[in-house]
């Protein structure tokens, strides 16, 4: 079975300081791995997947196999970084993804 | 990309009645799903909503209890039947291409049940 975790429920950092959000994950198979945020009073939406390597408003995630992670990485936090931010997994059969239980980032002025 | 558009947005039930959730996506997408977000906890799937056939359900779903329409490639339907309090949720639909890797969602029907 698969399974994504998100060890920080909460996750508060002062602006301008790096930030890290934890995930790792179980699955039998190759599965993809992709990041959703959630602003305030938004719905939920992509923020990047690991098969595209690319950047995303200074966030980047590095896929780890042999450490099952896919940590969440931005050099220096903006305020408007604050957010709910999941980590999912999609299944190579079936296409269904996955959802972390979510960490709250709060980015303090 | 995709807009989904659920209705109701919210609504407050009585224990023992059914609603059912409507979504409608803007354009023409190969997979939706159905989520629940419970208060201070992740997203859930609850089952794939096949068209034309019946859905596939999550472990810990059954049809009895949620059942699931998906007459075409934009429209599914999602009832929460029997309800208890403990069904009181956020609902999400939401659909990909296949394999495009990017989920759309919609903003959600937020369920009380007294």
Known sequence: ?109 | SAVISQKPSRDICQRGTSLTIQCQVDSQVTMMFWYRQQPGQSLTLIATANQGSEATYESGFVIDKFPISRPNLTFSTLTVSNMSPEDSSIYLCSASGWNTGELFFGEGSRLTVL
């Open chain 1, 1 to 109: 079975a698969q399974r994504v975790t998100q060890p920080e429920k909460l996750l508060s950092v002062f602006k301008g300081a790096p930030v890290e959000l934890k995930c790792n994950y179980s699955y039998s198979g190759s599965p993809e791995l992709f990041w959703y945020v959630q602003y305030s009073r938004q719905r939920l939406q992509l923020l990047l997947r690991h098969i595209s390597r690319e950047s995303i408003k200074g966030f980047t995630a590095d896929l780890n196999k042999g450490e099952t992670s896919f940590h969440l990485k931005k050099p220096f936090a903006q305020e408007e970084d604050s957010a709910m931010y999941y980590c999912a997994l999609q299944a190579n059969t079936g296409n269904q993804f996955y959802f972390g239980t979510g960490t709250s980032l709060t980015v303090i002025p």
